[in-house]
C-alpha cells in the first residue's frame, strides 16, 4: 500500500508540475553536448567513408543520387522532372527533403559540395534530434532519462549510418523528435501551437511521418476538445481545427501526386508495395508478405538478428517503458496512445514493401531516438522496483552502462558497413554513370534499374524501368518483362532508350528474355564486375555482382501485333500488353491461389510478342463487333501440359470446346468461330474456361494474343 501511494504521489507531482516552465534550450547544457557528440560520431562516418574511397565523398545509396538529381533540377527550375522536359514525376521517397535539397542548389551548393550539403544537413539533424531527446525525457520522466537518452542516440550506429548517407532520415528523425516534445510542452495547456505547424511539415517528408503526425494530431484534438468539456473556453472549435492541420497537409499531398502524375500514389508506392508489386493481388500472400516483414522487424528489435539493431530483449523493455508512462504519468497518456498507435500503423505500413528490410531498415531509423528513449525509462521504471534510492540509482545506471557499452561495441562495425557501403556505389553506380558520360553517344537514352548515379553523373537522359524516376513504368515492370517491352515499345522512336545499363537480379524483371529476342544485342558494350567485398554476411548494398551496358535493338518493335485472320479483323487483345489488357478488361482466370502470371517474350523469325503462362484461363471483351455475325477467335498460343480441351463462353453462355492440341515451335495459332446468335452486342465478354473445376491437371499454357475478325 506504501509503494502504491509513492507511485500516486509521484504521478501527481509530474502533473503538478508539467505547466512549469522549462529552462531555455541555451541553457541546457546536455542538450549541446548530446548535440555535439552526435555530430562529431556523424563526422566520423562520413570521414570512414572517404577513407574507403582514396579521399573522394561518395554516398552509400544509389537513392541519395535520386534526390541530388530531383534537388538539381529543382534549383534550375525544372519542377519535380527527373530529366529536363520529363513530366511532373513523385520519384523521391520524400516531397520536402527533394525542396530542401532544390533551395540547397539554388543558393550554391554545386558539384561535390551539393553531397556535402546532404550529408551535412543529415548529420545536424541527427545532433539537433540528439539535443531535443534529452528534453523530451526530461519533460517526460526525469533528468537522468533525458541525458541518458540523448546520449544513447548520439551514440547509435544505425542512427549515425541513416543520418550521415544524404538521405531524408535525418530530417524526419528530428522531426519526429520535435513534434512530440512540442506536444508534451503544449498539452497542459490544451493550446497546440507549434505542434500541428512540425506535424504539417513531418507529413511532408515520408510516409511514415505523415502517420505519426496524424495519430498525434487526433490526440491533440482530443485534448483541445476534453479540456473544452471540463472549461468551457472559447474559440475551441478554432483551435481543434488547427490541430488537423496535418491531416490537412497529407491530403494536399496526395491530391498534389493526382494532378500531377494521375494517381494518389507516389512512384515508390506503385514499385514497391506489396498491393502493386506482382500481376495478381491476392489477399492471403499479400498477408502472408506482410506478417513475415513484420516478424521480421520484431526479431530485430528484440535482439535476435546479427544487425545489432537493439540488445537482446530491448523490445520488451522498450514495452515495459510504455506502461511505465502509462501507469505513473497520467498527463501524457494521449500522447502515449497516439505514439503507439503510430508507431504499430508505421510498422505494418514499411511491412507491405518489398523493400522494408534493406538499406539497413532506412524507413524505421527515423524512429529509433523514440524507441531508445522508452528503452530508457523502461530500464528506469525497472529500476523503481528497488525500494532504496541508493539501488534505485546504481541499478539504473548500472544497466544504461551495459546498454552503452554494447552500443559503443557496434558502433565501429556500423562505421565500418558505412564506408563498405560507399565503396561498393563507388564500384557499380558511379563508375557505371562515369562509363556512359564518356562512352555513349551524344543525345542517347539510357534504360536503368539503378536510376539515381546514372542520371546525376551520366550526362544522358535516362529512363527508369523500375518506374522510379519515370511515370508509367512501375506496373509494366512488376508485371514482368513481357509487359515492359510493349510500354518500351508504344515510346516514340527517339525516346526508346538506345542503351540499358542493367543487372538481371530483383529489383526489377529479369533482362534475359531481351536478350533472347535481340532486343539487347550481345555481347554488352561494358561488363561491370561488382569488386566491393561484401560484409560478414556475404552482403552488399547493391543487389547484384555485375552489371552489364547494352546496345538496343528496335527494329522489330510491333512485329508481334500481326497476324493472318479470316474475314474483317475487328478487335486485338495483346496479352501482355498492360495498355491492351486494360482496354479489354483482360483477366488471367488462375486455377490455383498464389500463382502468378508473370509477363515474357517470345520470337519466331522476325515476329517478338509478349505474353503469359496461364494455368487455368482467360476472360476479356471483344470490342467493335456486329452484332448478328459469326465470330473468329484466333489465339496465338503455346500449349504445355496435358489438357488441350477448352469451355468458350460468350456472355455467360456455351459456345463450344475449343481444342488446341500441343504443337512443336514456340507458338502456334489456332482458331474457333462463335455462332452468329450468341454475338448480341457490339461488345462481348469471351472467357476461355477450363473443361474441370477445380481438379487437376488444369489447362497449362503461354498466352500471347487474341485476334477477332468477322
Not at 107 to 129: D, E, N, P, R
Not at 360 to 389: D, K, N, W
Amino acid at each position: 500500500m506504501r509503494e502504491v501511494t509513492q507511485v500516486l504521489d509521484a504521478s501527481d507531482e509530474v502533473d503538478r508540475t508539467a505547466r512549469r516552465p522549462r529552462r531555455a534550450l541555451p541553457g541546457n547544457p546536455a542538450f549541446w553536448l548530446t548535440g555535439a557528440l552526435a555530430a562529431l560520431v556523424g563526422v566520423v562516418f562520413v570521414a570512414s567513408g572517404m577513407a574507403w574511397n582514396q579521399g573522394k565523398l561518395i554516398a552509400p545509396l544509389d537513392d541519395v543520387y535520386i534526390h541530388l538529381q530531383y534537388g538539381r533540377q529543382l534549383g534550375l527550375g525544372r519542377f519535380f522532372q527527373f530529366n529536363t522536359g520529363d513530366e511532373i514525376s513523385a520519384g523521391a521517397s520524400s516531397l520536402l527533403y527533394a525542396l530542401v535539397l532544390g533551395a540547397a542548389y539554388l543558393v550554391g551548393f554545386h558539384g561535390t559540395f551539393f553531397l556535402v550539403f546532404a550529408m551535412g544537413f543529415g548529420i545536424l539533424c541527427f545532433a539537433l534530434a540528439s539535443g531535443l531527446v534529452t528534453v523530451l525525457g526530461t519533460k517526460l520522466v526525469s533528468r537522468s532519462v533525458g541525458v541518458w537518452s540523448g546520449v544513447l542516440v548520439a551514440l547509435s550506429g544505425p542512427l549515425a549510418w541513416g543520418s550521415a548517407s544524404g538521405m531524408e532520415v535525418g530530417l524526419v528523425m528530428l522531426l519526429v523528435v520535435a513534434m512530440l516534445l512540442a506536444f508534451v510542452t503544449e498539452q497542459p495547456w490544451a493550446r497546440f501551437r507549434w505542434t500541428p505547424v512540425l506535424g504539417g511539415v513531418l507529413a511532408l517528408v515520408r510516409t511514415e511521418g505523415l502517420i505519426l503526425a496524424v495519430t498525434l494530431a487526433f490526440a491533440a484534438l482530443w485534448t483541445v476538445w476534453a479540456h473544452r468539456r471540463m472549461t468551457r473556453a472559447r474559440r475551441t472549435v478554432l483551435r481543434a481545427l488547427w490541430t488537423l492541420l496535418p491531416i490537412a497537409v497529407g491530403v494536399a499531398q496526395l491530391l498534389f501526386y493526382k494532378i500531377a502524375t494521375g494517381t494518389v500514389s507516389a512512384n515508390g508506392i506503385q514499385s514497391k508495395s506489396f498491393l502493386h508489386d506482382r500481376p495478381v493481388f491476392w489477399l492471403s500472400e499479400f498477408a502472408d508478405r506482410t506478417m513475415a516483414n513484420a516478424r521480421a522487424f520484431v526479431s530485430i528489435f528484440l535482439g535476435f538478428d546479427g544487425q545489432d539493431y537493439a540488445f537482446p530483449g530491448a523490445l520488451l523493455v522498450f514495452a515495459a517503458g510504455m506502461v511505465y508512462v502509462f501507469l505513473t504519468r497520467p498527463t501524457w497518456r494521449p500522447m502515449l496512445y497516439a505514439l503507439a498507435a503510430g508507431l504499430l500503423l508505421i510498422l505494418v505500413s514499411v511491412s507491405t514493401l518489398n523493400t522494408a528490410l534493406v538499406h539497413e531498415l532506412r524507413y524505421v531509423q527515423p524512429f529509433m531516438p523514440v524507441f531508445i528513449l522508452f528503452v530508457v525509462i523502461g530500464v528506469y521504471g525497472l529500476s523503481r522496483i528497488a525500494t532504496r534510492e541508493r539501488a534505485r540509482r546504481i541499478s539504473l545506471h548500472g544497466a544504461l552502462v551495459v546498454v552503452l557499452v554494447l552500443s559503443l561495441a557496434t558502433l565501429p562495425s556500423w562505421s565500418v558497413r558505412f564506408g563498405r557501403a560507399t565503396a561498393a556505389i563507388r564500384d557499380t553506380d558511379v563508375s557505371v554513370a562515369q562509363w556512359v558520360r564518356g562512352n555513349l553517344p551524344p543525345g542517347s537514352v539510357v534504360a536503368v534499374k539503378d536510376v539515381g548515379a546514372v542520371a546525376y553523373f551520366g550526362g544522358h537522359r535516362v529512363l527508369d524501368l523500375i518506374g522510379l524516376g519515370t511515370n508509367g513504368f512501375a506496373a509494366p515492370a512488376n508485371n514482368g518483362t513481357g509487359s515492359l517491352y510493349e510500354a518500351l515499345k508504344h515510346l516514340p522512336a527517339a525516346e526508346r532508350p538506345g542503351y540499358f545499363a542493367v543487372y538481371d537480379p530483383w529489383p526489377g524483371p529479369s533482362m534475359e528474355p531481351l536478350k533472347d529476342v535481340g532486343v539487347l544485342r550481345t555481347p554488352s558494350e561494358m561488363s561491370f564486375e561488382v569488386q566491393a567485398q561484401p560484409d560478414l554476411g556475404g552482403r552488399l548494398i547493391v543487389p547484384f555482382r555485375r552489371l552489364n551496358v547494352y546496345e538496343a535493338d528496335w527494329s522489330l518493335a510491333g512485329s508481334g501485333d500481326e497476324q493472318a485472320v479470316p474475314g474483317e479483323l475487328r478487335d486485338y487483345v495483346n496479352v501482355g500488353d498492360l495498355r491492351s489488357e486494360g482496354e479489354h478488361g483482360y483477366e488471367p482466370v488462375l486455377a490455383q491461389v498464389g500463382t502468378q502470371p508473370w509477363t515474357s517474350l517470345g520470337r519466331v523469325g522476325d515476329v517478338i510478342d509478349s505474353a503469359r503462362p496461364i494455368v487455368g484461363g482467360e476472360k476479356f471483351m471483344a470490342h467493335n463487333l456486329v452484332p448478328g455475325r459469326p465470330l473468329t477467335l484466333t489465339s496465338r498460343t503455346a500449349m504445355h501440359g496435358t489438357v488441350f480441351d477448352m469451355r468458350v463462353l460468350v456472355n455467360g453462355v456455351e459456345a463450344g470446346v475449343w481444342t488446341r492440341d500441343s504443337q512443336q515451335g514456340t507458338w502456334s495459332t489456332y482458331s474457333f468461330t462463335v455462332s452468329a446468335e450468341l454475338v448480341t452486342a457490339p461488345s462481348v465478354e469471351v472467357e476461355i474456361r477450363q473443361p474441370r473445376p477445380l481438379l487437376n491437371p488444369y489447362p497449362d499454357y503461354t498466352s500471347y494474343g487474341y485476334w477477332l475478325s468477322q
